[in-house]
């Protein structure tokens, strides 16, 4: 019985953990353009280990896939950017990006609620 209540327990703070780290991606997602995204994700690093046998190591995996293919993409929008043709390009290349991050932090944090794994 101890160890059920301990399992537990250990679920419980790892999930309250991930609905942190989620609500830290959005905030940096939506005030600086996630930018300061590498702090959480940094703690996504540190906590990955910690989560290993619960549902929040898929959300882990997620919320840094996520970062890493955000990042390349607004890096690809911001190369052509500084060209003068791609500057038409890479305004709907963020638009699109930005899209597809805040879809994947409003899918996870409700997926994290709703105890479903992700997709891996």
Known sequence: M???????????????TGRMLYLAHGLTFFFSLGLLSIIPVIINYMKLP???????HSHHRWMIRSFWWYAFWMSIGWILFVTVIGMVIAVPLWAVIWLWKAYRLIRGFLDLN???????
């Open 2 to 16: 101890t160890e059920q209540l301990m399992l537990d327990q250990k679920s419980e703070n790892a999930i309250n």
């Open 50 to 56: 910690d989560s290993e046998g619960t549902i929040v």
């Open 114 to 120: 709703s105890k479903k794994a992700m997709p891996i």
